[in-house]
């Protein structure tokens, strides 16, 4: 399952990689995002929409897809469900397979999150050059 809900999705890698880094966000999950930061920005991800989201802001510059994905995750992390209308934007933009995929991304590494939040893991080194850490 971890292959898949990493490698596997039929999202693009950088909405991929970004949807694990709102959760790591919003779960604190320093080794979470540690661990993909560096592959959402090689993927394509700016560095400034890691930094703001790092610092716990909404990004200013996300791509429409990349502030869809924000929105759903951020509505799944915040509200616990998918309301009907973000349901519809995602299924218009991303496709039913793509939305199945974000769905579960989410719910994935939500449950890493929570594992290594339960274990108190961190990252044993900080993050490469040039990527944020979380702050």
């Not at 951020?74 to 995602?90: G, I, P, V, Y």
Request: include cysteine; proline fraction near 5%.
């Amino acid at each position: 399952m971890s292959n898949y809900f990493r490698d596997g999705t039929a999202l693009p890698r950088r909405l991929n990689e970004f949807a694990i880094l709102v959760v790591a966000r919003q779960w604190n999950s320093a080794f979470e995002w540690h661990a993909h930061c560096a592959s959402a920005i090689e993927a394509g991800l700016d560095v400034q929409v890691a930094q703001d989201l790092s610092n716990g802001k909404r990004p200013a510059a996300m791509k429409d897809d990349e502030a869809l994905v924000y929105d759903a995750a951020m509505e799944l992390q915040r509200e616990h469900r998918m309301s009907d209308a973000t349901f519809e934007r995602c299924r218009a933009v991303l496709g039913e397979r793509q939305l199945i995929d974000l769905v579960g991304v989410c719910g994935y590494y939500t449950l890493v999150a929570m594992m290594l939040a339960t274990a108190n893991v961190v990252p044993g080194n900080p993050p490469p050059a040039g990527v944020p850490a979380l702050a």
